[in-house]
């Protein structure tokens, strides 16, 4: 891969971390980064190690888990503000990477992540990538 491609890549992933709410596609990602859908994908997983839609649901569901954690949104109201537009797939994927449903995670206490600095909350709440969320162990947060 080449150093212009490289560059691309991680603006676009840029992209996906600070507009993660917009309404953001693989076409649209590519055409910005100057090259074919498939192209891009391939790409974007060999640079980073997933693909952009693991990657952009990745930032969605943190995203989804900090409002959560606040409660005074509902479910479906954090679904869309973190830019998904089914909430069965949102919940879902919540499911999927956090170990237990959206419902679940805002309705039990969050009070011991409480005294983390941010950076590290950010760390240890963190969704599993590439897989299901660790059996048996549930997120610290």
Excluded at 15 to 27: C, I, N, S, T
Excluded at 55 to 79: N, P, Y
Aim: aromatic share 8%; glycine share 6%.
């Amino acid at each position: 891969m080449n150093r212009d491609d490289l560059v691309r890549l991680r603006r676009a992933r840029d992209r996906m971390d600070r507009d993660f709410a917009e309404p953001l596609d693989v076409p649209a990602l590519a055409r910005e980064a100057l090259m074919s859908p498939g192209h891009f994908s391939r790409s974007f997983r060999a640079a980073f190690g997933e693909t952009p839609y693991s990657h952009l649901m990745t930032r969605r569901i943190e995203r989804a888990k900090a409002l959560l954690r606040r409660g005074d949104l509902s479910v479906t109201e954090v679904c869309f503000a973190v830019g998904c537009t089914s909430l069965g797939s949102f919940s879902s994927r919540f499911t999927e990477l956090v170990g237990e449903t959206p419902s679940a995670y805002r309705a039990r206490t969050h009070e011991a992540g409480a005294a983390i600095p941010a950076c590290f909350a950010k760390i240890l709440t963190r969704p599993v990538r590439n897989g299901e969320a660790r059996a048996g162990s549930p997120n610290v947060s």
